[in-house]
């Protein structure tokens, strides 16, 4: 990695604007109130303490997608302006980002794979073949998709998080997203059409 920016100015200044507007515009009214009532800043207070946690969470996401894409945790750290152990001491995945393990199935209940270790670059590739024969993705998490069996075959797409009219426009079109969305990621599935396993 180069030591120049991996964002220069004029962006950093976009993305401070774009989360500052959000901020302000999200709930209705909140810029005009700060006109008048003091309320308003009360209001400003949640609404950014509701944007701090949610950037939070953008950046741990971020992160892990970092480490799924192959980049070291020094790497990771110098960009954050602190050591490799305190990027990882933060940023680590802790309990439930884990792989589940397979399960056997059994009456009533279909049987479970984990798809690992994937990156960002190999996953979409796995669980095409995986939906081919079968399988469709029930959960995931850094370098791992939980997949489970079925009797027909599935397809998946990758669409980035913040498209809210395309997601509407899938959910339209028979996707199904899974789980809530990973940054910069949201996954979707659907039975593919046409074909029997």
């Given amino acids: 990695m180069s030591d120049e920016p991996l964002i220069g100015p004029e962006e950093s200044r976009r993305v401070r604007e774009g989360i500052a507007g959000a901020v302000l515009g999200a709930p209705d009214g ?5 006109e ?3 309320e308003g800043y ?14 939070s969470r953008l950046l741990r996401e971020a992160v892990q997608g970092a480490r ?14 602190v050591s490799r152990q305190a990027a990882q001491q933060r940023f680590a995945a802790k309990g439930s980002a884990t792989a589940p393990g397979a399960t056997a199935g059994g009456p009533g209940v279909p ?5 690992t ?12 073949e995986a939906g081919l024969e ?4 029930v959960d ?10 079925s009797d027909h075959p599935w397809e998946h797409r990758r669409v980035p998080f913040a498209l809210g009219n395309r997601h509407r426009r899938m959910e339209a079109e028979g996707w199904v997203q899974v789980g809530a969305g990973s940054f910069p990621w949201a996954y979707y599935k659907r039975p593919l059409k046409g074909r029997n396993r």
């Fill in 36 to 38: 008048h009532d003091a």
């Fill in 117 to 128: 270790p994937l990156t960002a670059f190999d996953e979409m590739a796995a669980l095409a």
């Fill in 111 to 115: 049987e479970r794979r984990v798809l």
């Fill in 42 to 55: 009360l209001r400003l207070v949640a609404a950014t303490r509701v944007g701090a946690e949610e950037t």
């Fill in 30 to 34: 909140l810029a005009e109130s700060l």
């Fill in 68 to 81: 799924a894409a192959g980049h070291s945790w020094d790497t990771i750290g110098r960009i954050l302006g």
């Fill in 134 to 137: 079968g399988w469709h993705v």
């Fill in 140 to 149: 995931y998490g850094p370098y791992f998709h939980v997949v489970e069996a």
